[in-house]
């Protein structure tokens, strides 16, 4: 059996690659190079680590080729994220990095070129049909990957979803692969977290405009853009007052966050979220009995889901429901099931 | 470990570290400060400066100390007073720093080379105009390692010169040597190479890396790119890598003592791996079969990845590079072997090998066959 295996250069794609040709795959290594601009700040280590990975495949004595996929993840990623970013929501491009590039560009290339099979290094399970949280509960990476479509899970091998991060790491030792110490990249995959505004104003020409109070109406201070801030986000606000302020408001026309310093404000904690484009897994139904994630690694949260209105109602009061993230639905044994989810809209 | 990247960069060598070491924080001084210690610093620091220039014929006033071979190169290119966008001539061969730099020039020259990298002098006769301003050629091209027929390009420049000084045209035009490449193994002296500005660099002379030197004739004028204090006669502002130059002087006296027992000993080494790595007939050899660097081998394997060679030799502590297998991952292909002619498939398989100091026949003839293993394993691979 032919797999392509997505190598990013890390360390989890790289013990993957080892576990499929353990499991006598033949493999192939493909590096998907979808950014390389270096922004003001930020260094894309794409070349280092698209070195890495063509190293790790030499030193496991298998084919790697190179795919340029800049132009479409330009347009598919983050076009969209710049989009929803200007409507005032907080978008995910991991999920729709995966849902276009990885598991749609990626994946129908791979089949053209001759590929039975596709592999990630991904931390998620799957029996062939359906989509399984990893065995690593707090490395679970079904959050990103719910979107995903179901004829490429059919032909997709997850070969370190059963395995503890730990695990991985220590492996990558043991078989001395020359990343087994390189330290993970996170969020977004080519800025990380830290430098999603730096990248937002590479592309939008952004305006200050003013924080106020959302009980007094009170002019606290000014922000450079209320598309950089998100709901419930406590830090970079700059204000000079001594307790934490929370936004707990945007006003994506007038260009003014509202913040609170009551962490109980009902802008705040929500019961309740509306969605769109939902997505629902091939052969799954929604049953009543529902746990849901509203962000990575949140925990498993009961919930119900009215397929008419496209709600979810949680049991509890749920704290930053975030316009543009995603809630994720999860049942049968142990919620170890991923069934779809959506992307909240209000 | 077997280290055949000399021509990358090279390990500082014991005299040159115990030279410069008592600069750092014994003798720190300012050399521009008012003070005796500072004085003495600053005497020294002209002395290492005079040791350098005279090595290769010059005086240490018209030698600017820089942050290496890079700095050295963009400062030479200040000499253009044009803004003729055809000012420039460089061979196609070049470090993409001289590459770069011709590119301010947009439609600047590039003189072709033969099959082995060595500019064709009838094209560069041909490509001089009354426009051109500075024409630079590498002593050694840094993939190849051949040599350029300096005095040869700087007899056509005379001849240029000539021409312009009868015909009343005020004109200047210059001739610029990369030498980063060929010094301790190569005699290298201004006045018979006939340039008027050479780059020369430390860090692949067994000096410290980060320090460089352009030397420029007189007449040369050149235009500061760092500007502040006016040191190096106001063409290099900043307080003075004492420390660095110092090194930088210890390496080149050194390399000039055994200029010539090493190159016949890099030679013979050399030679040997060349004959050794005969033994593949896949293994095709680059450059020139005679002008060529002592320790330059670089050879291509068509059909293999120089990539993963590299990747499958440093698992055996055997360290190479190519300047083009880098190129080709960011989706370049290297100009100075696309100008000798070689296909896609001959430059992704080009490895280039420069030997140094490290290096010993026994320590050649293991890495030999290690670097023959490897090659057979991949051939196999993708067979």
């Known amino acids: ?346 | 470990m077997f280290y055949l990247d000399h021509a990358a960069a090279t390990p500082v060598s014991d005299k040159a570290l115990a030279a410069m070491t008592p600069y750092f924080a014994a003798d720190f001084f300012n050399p521009s400060a008012p003070y005796l210690p500072a004085v003495e610093v600053r005497k020294i620091y002209e002395a290492a400066k005079d040791d350098i220039a005279s090595r290769f014929g010059g005086k240490g006033t018209d030698l600017i100390i820089t942050a290496g071979a890079t700095e050295s190169i963009n400062l030479a290119f200040t000499a253009v007073t044009s803004t003729d966008s055809n000012a420039v001539l460089i061979s196609a061969v070049e470090h993409p720093s001289v590459i770069a730099n011709a590119k301010k020039f947009p439609k600047f020259g590039t003189i072709k080379v033969d099959q082995y990298g060595q500019i064709i002098l009838s094209d560069l006769a041909a490509k001089i105009t009354p426009r051109t301003q500075l024409i630079s050629v590498c002593l050694a091209s840094s993939e190849l390692g051949t040599l350029q027929p300096i005095s040869e390009i700087a007899q056509l420049i005379r001849t240029e010169r000539q021409r312009r000084l009868q015909a009343g045209d005020k004109t200047p035009i210059y001739l610029h040597c990369d030498a980063s490449q060929g010094v301790g193994l190569v005699d290298i002296k201004v006045s018979r190479l006939g340039v008027d500005l050479l780059t020369i660099n430390s860090g692949k002379i067994y000096g410290p890396k980060g320090i460089g030197a352009l030397w420029h004739a007189h007449q040369v004028k050149l235009r500061p790119i760092v500007v502040g204090g006016g040191q190096e006669m106001g063409l290099r502002s900043g307080t003075e890598n004492v420390p660095a130059v110092i090194g930088f002087a210890a390496a080149i006296k050194e390399a000039d003592r055994h200029l010539a027992s090493e190159r016949k000993r890099l030679q013979k080494l050399r030679d040997l791996l060349r004959r050794e790595l005969s033994n593949n007939p896949s293994i095709k050899f680059l450059g020139h079969p005679k002008c060529q660097l002592v320790n330059f081998l670089p050879i291509s394997i068509p059909g293999l990845d120089a990539e993963r060679l590299i990747f499958k030799l440093e698992q055996h502590e055997v360290y190479v590079s190519t300047g083009a297998a880098c190129a080709a991952r960011k989706g370049v292909k290297s100009p100075a072997l696309s100008a000798i002619g070689l296909s896609t498939e001959q430059i992704t398989g080009s490895l280039r090998l420069t030997l140094g100091k490290l290096n010993d026949e026994k320590t050649i003839k293991q890495v030999a066959k290690i670097i023959l293993d490897v090659i057979v394993a991949e051939q196999e691979r993708i067979k």
């Open chain 1, 1 to 346: 059996m032919k797999v392509f295996l997505g190598m990013s250069g890390g360390v989890d794609s790289s013990v993957a690659a080892t576990l499929l040709q353990k499991d006598s795959y033949d493999v192939t290594g493909c590096y998907m190079k979808n950014w390389s601009r270096d922004l003001p700040g930020m260094k894309c280590p794409w070349a280092e680590d698209l070195a890495d990975a063509k190293r790790v495949a030499t030193m496991l004595d298998i084919e790697f080729k190179v795919f340029d996929f800049e132009t479409q993840y330009r347009q598919k990623v983050v076009d969209y994220m710049l989009a929803e970013y200007q409507k005032g929501n907080t978008p995910n491009p991991d999920i729709m990095c995966n849902e276009q590039i990885k598991f749609k560009l990626f994946f129908d290339t791979a089949l053209e070129q001759g590929a039975d099979l596709i592999a990630t290094g991904h931390y998620a399970r799957t029996d062939g049909q359906n989509l399984l949280r990893a065995a690593d509960d707090n490395k679970d990476q079904t959050y990103f990957l719910y979107r995903i479509s179901d004829q490429a899970l059919a032909k997709t091998i997850f070969p370190i979803g059963g395995m503890q991060k730990s695990d991985v790491k220590k492996l990558a030792a043991k078989l001395k692969l020359p990343v087994a110490h390189k330290p993970e990249s996170m969020g977004v995959c080519f800025v990380g977290e830290a430098g999603i505004r730096e990248f937002i104003s590479e592309f939008i020409e952004t305006k200050p405009g003013e924080i106020r109070e959302l009980e007094t109406g009170q002019i606290l201070g000014s922000h450079d853009g209320a598309i950089f801030y998100t709901l419930g986000q406590r830090h970079g606000l700059y204000l000079t007052t001594g307790l934490p302020y929370y936004v707990v408001k945007k006003d994506m026309k007038q260009n003014i966050i509202y913040v609170s310093r009551d962490l109980n404000n009902s802008h705040l904690w929500s019961k309740q979220a509306k969605l769109t484009d939902v997505f629902i897994r091939a052969g799954q139904t929604v049953p009543k009995n529902l746990r849901v994630r509203i962000r990575h690694r949140a925990p498993l949260a009961p919930a119900t889901f009215n397929a008419k209105t496209q709600t979810v109602t949680f049991t509890e009061l749920q704290k930053s429901l975030t316009p543009g993230q995603s809630i994720v639905f999860y049942a049968g044994k142990n919620h170890e099931i991923c069934l779809g989810g959506g992307i909240i809209s209000q």
